[in-house]
């Protein structure tokens, strides 16, 4: 069963959320799964596998294809934007190196005592850069979700 999901994001903002694990919508439904992730490629070669092999293939591919996916969304200029899980267990399914991306359970994660600002106490990674974390605490201000006291004090933050 998945146990985990991973965020990604292309260049453009485009947000794709990929389980990672097992995928019993993958056992049961088979070329379907990738069909309606648009991952078109995939969900012909799962039907031409269960087809010849009368349905073993699907039993393989449950167990494979949300890695497959991560790794087609990878290649196609998607970077890691978070996570939800483990993050030994996510990498050594997916086979892929989370770095230093957020996670929603990750343990870096602190708040700040003094706000209601989680802040992070990682290095700037290349996949993040500095315009990436401004625009995002640009959006966390103008959704709400932070003052503009806790804004202008992230900003201050990042750009020291």
Do not use: C, H
Not at 118 to 146: A, H, I, N, W
């Amino acid at each position: 069963m998945a146990f985990a999901t991973i965020q990604l994001k292309n260049k453009n903002g485009a947000v794709k959320e990929a389980p990672v694990g097992f995928s019993w919508t993958t056992f049961f439904l088979s070329f379907w799964v990738p069909l309606t992730r648009g991952d078109w490629m995939w969900a012909i070669i799962m039907l031409v596998a269960v087809f010849i092999t009368f349905g073993i293939a699907g039993i393989l591919f449950a167990f494979i294809y949300n890695r497959i996916y991560i790794e087609g969304l990878l290649k196609q200029g998607y970077s890691i934007k978070s996570f939800a899980g483990d993050k030994k267990e996510i990498e050594g399914s997916a086979q892929i190196k989370l770095g230093n991306s957020v996670s929603e359970n990750s343990p870096s994660k602190t708040t700040s005592p003094n706000s209601n600002i989680s802040t992070t106490s990682r290095p700037r990674s290349v996949e993040k850069d500095l315009t990436d974390e401004l625009e995002e605490l640009q959006e966390l201000y103008e959704e709400g979700t932070l003052s503009e006291e806790q804004f202008k004090k992230a900003k201050n933050k990042l750009l020291k």
